[in-house]
């Protein structure tokens, strides 16, 4: 089958942004005095919503504490507004797959479990020239992946049947929900995750650099 829509997953995907939530969630740690991550961890703790990660990064002792949760996202909110495009950087090849697909008229839409605000923030700084249609992160009222609700929604504002949509991303939790919305997964090399997790997740396609996605599609 070939696809007529690219749902895109943001961070690990289409923009490689560990570095500066590594640093924006070792600078929150640091303000409540705990020990730091390392990026090779924060790749595991990334990419199911910042409350996720917030406990994720919480040493054993105080992750089930609501104060310690409460406190260390608002401190994560803060640093990484301070610093969400210092590192950040698209990835090699993004860009001229991005400009493929437009000269082929395949819509693109954006589901991150990054926070909304921050997901419209950096899409807006580093893809002002491309239409994403919708761009969607974590909004209230709206369960993150793998929850399929947003990718379900996503298909109805492009007028497309899930099946006929590819859902590009680096991470279990992106398999997870491709596979839960009947879209046709496909697991990005480049990004957090190894190939043995995305395949694991349900990854009907492994692809090494972003221009593989075009044989896939009209």
Request: aromatic residues 6%; hydrophobic residues 45%.
């Amino acid at each position: 089958m070939k696809y007529k829509a690219v749902l895109f997953d943001l961070d690990g995907t289409l923009l490689n942004t560990i570095e500066d939530l590594t640093d924006s969630m070792n600078a929150a740690l640091a303000k409540m005095g705990l020990p730091g991550r390392s990026v090779e961890e924060c790749k595991q703790l990334v990419g199911d919503g910042l409350e996720t990660f917030v406990r994720r990064a919480l040493p054993p002792d105080v992750c089930d504490s609501p104060e310690a949760m409460a406190k260390l996202k608002d401190l994560m909110r803060a640093e990484y507004n301070l610093r969400k495009a210092a590192k950040t950087r698209p990835y090699e090849g993004i860009y001229e797959l991005l400009d493929a697909l437009n000269r082929r008229g395949i819509p693109m839409a954006v589901l991150s479990n990054k926070p909304h605000d921050s997901t419209l923030a950096v899409m807006k700084k580093y893809f002002p020239r491309w239409e994403f249609r919708p761009i969607f992160g974590a909004r209230d009222g709206i369960q993150v992946k793998p929850d399929p609700s947003g990718a379900l929604e996503i298909a109805r504002v492009l007028g497309l049947k899930p099946d006929e949509i590819a859902f590009v991303g680096d991470t279990n939790t992106d398999m997870q929900t491709a596979n839960a919305a009947g879209m046709f997964a496909v697991g990005a090399l480049w990004g957090f995750r190894t190939a043995e997790e995305l395949r694991t997740a349900g990854a009907k396609l492994l692809i090494e650099k972003p221009l593989d996605l075009l044989r896939i599609l009209t």
